[in-house]
Each structure stands twice: as structure tokens, then as C-alpha cells.
């Protein structure tokens, strides 16, 4: 079933000074329900720039996206610097969307409090940000995207700023989360051993202009 579909996507953006920037061209791309995806690509091929136009956070000059789940659903982002607030707990910072958006049930606490069990924060939910590591910082962003139905999870690079331990560690972490939830993930990476070891698809791009070169289908077994 399809979660998401791109057709002939592309962006240029207009600059004051200098040419035109095509970030990208000719964008075709077919998502499914349940698939973790990642995008690899070296620097300035538009990875980012195709994740937040696929998460609304930008418009495409050309081309259609079609959502499964309706028109522009709010998906969940997840970047490389999580931005907690720094005056709210662990709890209070991953539940922040149900707040938002008024969705405050018994239900959604306790899907929200299995979700920091799986994330091994469940003894940290009163702890404030700056009591964290980074990568519980990262792991409370990452439930904090899961927290309300959201179909799709948008991560971008979320594991670029931290140590090689710790990043293998939460690798893994993540890999459970999707084990339960079942959530289509669209990753972007530097790191193709990273994409490797968590996707059923690496999607690699070229730059100049930010074209998908290849869909690479791995077929490994999960840890
Ligand atoms: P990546 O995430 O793969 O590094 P980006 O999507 O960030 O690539 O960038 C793709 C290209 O678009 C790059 O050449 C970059 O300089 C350019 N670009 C990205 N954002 C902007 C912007 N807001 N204005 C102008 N050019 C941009
Ligand atoms: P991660 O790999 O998720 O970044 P760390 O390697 O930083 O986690 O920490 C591993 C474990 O150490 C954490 O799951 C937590 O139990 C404990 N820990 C880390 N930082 C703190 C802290 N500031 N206070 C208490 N315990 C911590």
C-alpha cells in the first residue's frame, strides 16, 4: 500500500546575488506504508530539501506529491539538533504535540509513556534536557515525533552530532521502535553503513542538480 508518492519533483531557488540554484530535478519516488527508507547522497544533493518538501516545510517548483493519508498531513521531523525546551521534563517535551494539539487523552499518555519505555527513557521522564546526554535528547526527539498518529517519520541526520557508540546504540534503538510501531521512516545520512544497516531501501542521489541516481534494495536480516 502507498504511503507517499513524489512525481517529477522539482525545486530551484532563486538567488539575490548569483545564479540559480536547481536543487533538484526530476524527482520520482514511491513510498510504502511500513518502509524505512534512507537517502544517502554526498553534501548539496538536496536530501534535506526533498525531506522538508515532502514534510511541508517547503514547496516544490514543480511537480505533485500525493499523500495517502489526505492532503499535507503533519508528518514527524526529527533533526540533528533536537530542540527540547529546556524548562519542561522528558514527558513534558515528548507529549508537547498532544498539547498542541489538544489531544491530551488517557489514551495518548499511555502510548506516549510505552513509547519512552521502548526508548529506555521510562526513568528519565522527569529529568530536564540539560540532565541528559545527547543521545537521550535525541531518543526524547524521536518519541516526541511518535507521539501523535503521524504517518510518517521525517529524520534528518538525526545522528550526525553524536559519537560512533553512541549512534550504533541508537541504531539499534530505532530499529526497535520500528519493529513495534510499524511507521513509515524516510532517513537521511551521511553514512552508508548507517543506511545499510537500518533500511529496506537506500535511495542514493547525485548532485548538481539533486537527482535520485538509484533505489538500492537490502535484504539483510535484522538484528
Ligand atoms: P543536502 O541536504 O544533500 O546537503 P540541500 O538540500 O541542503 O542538500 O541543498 C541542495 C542545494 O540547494 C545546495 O546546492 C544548497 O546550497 C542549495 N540550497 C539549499 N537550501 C537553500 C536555500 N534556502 N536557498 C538557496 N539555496 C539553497
Ligand atoms: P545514549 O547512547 O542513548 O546517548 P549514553 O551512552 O549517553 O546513552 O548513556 C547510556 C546510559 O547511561 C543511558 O541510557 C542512561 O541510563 C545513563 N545516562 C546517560 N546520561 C545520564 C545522565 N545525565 N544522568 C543519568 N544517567 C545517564
Not at 540559480?20 to 524505512?36: H, P, R, W
Not at 517535551?93 to 488517557?106: D, H, Q, S, V, Y
Not at 528519565?124 to 531518543?139: A, V, Y
Amino acid at each position: 500500500e502507498i504511503s507517499f508518492s513524489a512525481k517529477n519533483i522539482g525545486k530551484t531557488y532563486h538567488n539575490l546575488l548569483k545564479d540559480d540554484t536547481v536543487a533538484l530535478s526530476d524527482i520520482n519516488l514511491d513510498i510504502y506504508k511500513g518502509e524505512f527508507i534512507s537517502i544517502i547522497g554526498p553534501s548539496g544533493c538536496g536530501k534535506s530539501t526533498l525531506l522538508r518538501i515532502i514534510g511541508g516545510l517547503d514547496k516544490p517548483t514543480t511537480g505533485t506529491l500525493t499523500y495517502s493519508g489526505g492532503e499535507n498531513p503533519e508528518l514527524g521531523f526529527v533533526f540533528q539538533d533536537s530542540v527540547l525546551l529546556p524548562w519542561k521534563n522528558v514527558r513534558e517535551n515528548a507529549g508537547f504535540p498532544l498539547k498542541i494539539k489538544k489531544i491530551e487523552t488517557e489514551d495518548n499518555y499511555k502510548k506516549l509513556d510505552e513509547l519512552l519505555e521502548l526508548a529506555g527513557l521510562e526513568d528519565f521522564k522527569d529529568s530536564l534536557p540539560r540532565e541528559l546526554s545527547g543521545g537521550m535528547k535525541q531518543r526524547v526527539s524521536i518519541v516526541r515525533a511518535l507521539s501523535y498518529d503521524a504517518p510518517m517519520l521525517l529524520m534528518d541526520e538525526p545522528f550526525g552530532a553524536l559519537d560512533a557508540i553512541t549512534r550504533d546504540h541508537l541504531n539499534i534503538e530505532l530499529l526497535k521502535i520500528w519493529d513495534k510501531t510499524k511507521k513509515t521512516v524516510l532517513f537521511v545520512t551521511h553514512s552508508i553503513e548507517e543506511a545499510v544497516f537500518l533500511s529496506d531501501k537506500v535511495i542514493v542521489m547525485s548532485p548538481r542538480p539533486g537527482r535520485i541516481k538509484e533505489i538500492v534494495n537490502i535484504d539483510l536480516p535484522r538484528p
